[in-house]
Antibody, heavy 122, light 109 residues
Framework: EVQLVESGGGLVKPGGSLRLSCAAS????????MNWVRQAPGKGLEWVSS????????YHADSVKGRFTISRDNAKNSLYLQMNSLRAEDTAVYYC???????????????WGQGTLVTVSS | QSVLTQAPSVSGTPGQRVTISCSGS????????VHWYQQLPGTAPKLLIY???QRPSGVPDRFSGSKSGTSASLAISGLRSEDEADYYC??????????FGGGTKLTVL
């Protein structure tokens, strides 16, 4: 059974940093593209970052570019999101999602984790 | 403001057929696949339709997707109470980003 389990969320002050992790199991992690999607309280889905299996592509949304960095460790079956210079508007549930990938970008997100809540507040 | 446009809400009665529309542009829907996600209350999103009109294993054939030009639609026939959820369309945009619609809340009356 495919499982994606996010961790690392919590309360952080504006300007602070947080590192989210996503532990994958139940499938061979390395061939898949991986992604982060967030959802602010009561709002819709917002794509954050995508990374291909061999790091041939890495994309970040404009709203997080220069502040967030996606990375992965295929040996540990894990995906990460380093979040720096956090702002109140980054408050959201952050989901990790697996995707099939074309050569240059992800296709559908076929499995999602349950999410981890990040709250940015003083 | 989302790049893909969806109506905020739609409703129907049990057994009815409803459609949810998603409007984009030539840089996203017009030149890339559309995918649909269902988010039941309090849960993570789930893939419902991928690559315009494909259903993942386990998704009932009451759900169907289509695409024409820069728009896409999700149809749900034989509406059931358990279909009450938020539905999101998504696509790749040639500006190098994944774009989502704002979501449509389906209410089963």
């Amino acid at each position: 059974e495919v499982q994606l389990v996010e961790s690392g969320g919590g309360l952080v002050k504006p300007g602070g940093s947080l590192r989210l992790s996503c532990a994958a199991s139940g499938f061979t992690f390395s061939p898949y593209s991986m992604n982060w999607v967030r959802q602010a309280p009561g709002k819709g889905l917002e794509w954050v970052s995508s990374m291909s299996s061999g790091s041939s592509y890495i994309y970040h949304a404009d709203s997080v570019k220069g502040r967030f960095t996606i990375s992965r460790d295929n040996a540990k079956n894990s995906l990460y999101l380093q979040m720096n210079s956090l702002r109140a508007e980054d408050t959201a549930v952050y989901y990790c999602a697996r995707s099939i990938a074309a050569d240059t970008h992800p296709y559908e997100f076929d499995y999602w984790g349950q999410g981890t809540l990040v709250t940015v507040s003083s | 403001q989302s790049v893909l446009t969806q109506a905020p809400s739609v409703s129907g009665t049990p057994g009815q057929r409803v459609t949810i529309s998603c409007s984009g542009s030539s840089s996203n829907i017009g030149s890339n696949y559309v995918h649909w996600y269902q988010q039941l209350p309090g849960t993570a999103p789930k893939l419902l339709i991928y690559r315009n009109n494909q259903r993942p294993s386990g998704v009932p054939d009451r759900f169907s997707g289509s695409k024409s030009g820069t728009s896409a639609s999700l149809a749900i026939s034989g509406l059931r109470s358990e279909d009450e959820a938020d539905y999101y369309c998504a696509s790749w945009d040639d500006s190098l980003s994944v774009v989502f619609g704002g979501g449509t809340k389906l209410t089963v009356l």
